[in-house]
């Protein structure tokens, strides 16, 4: 079992930033890729980043070149940095770990983007 708490959410204005934690603790040893998904209301939830054990990172179009996720295993822990941030980013934000084909939740944060 892994569990996944996240923090850093909030409200922000158009253009500014903000960074995203998600604390793995549990059984962790072998967790192949975690990542950021997003969920708006009236929306399905997507992938917004993710980065695998060996560190490859991948990114939903929309957020390429603006959000950068960041893994620090010596706290088990992964970033989500969110930079030049537009109103359509607002949703809940959630942390994922997939492990042996089994999928690990957090509880989820709101982001909130608006003037």
């Known amino acids: 079992q892994v569990q996944l708490v996240e923090s850093g959410g909030g409200l922000v204005q158009p253009g500014g930033s903000l960074r995203l934690s998600c604390a793995a603790s549990?059984?962790?040893?072998?967790?192949?890729?975690m990542a950021w998904y997003r969920q708006a209301p009236g929306n399905q939830r997507e992938l917004v980043a993710a980065?695998?054990?060996?560190?490859?990172?991948n990114y939903a179009d929309s957020v390429k070149g603006r959000f950068t996720i960041l893994r620090d295993s010596a706290k088990n822990t992964v970033y989500l940095q969110m930079n030049s941030l537009k109103p359509e980013d607002t949703a809940v934000y959630y942390c994922?770990?997939?492990?042996?084909?089994?999928?690990?939740w957090g509880q989820g944060t709101q982001v909130t983007v608006s003037s």
């Open positions: 994922n770990a997939r492990q042996s084909l089994v999928d690990y």
């Open positions: 549990g059984s962790i040893f072998s967790i192949d890729v």
């Open positions: 980065i695998t054990a060996g560190g490859r990172r």
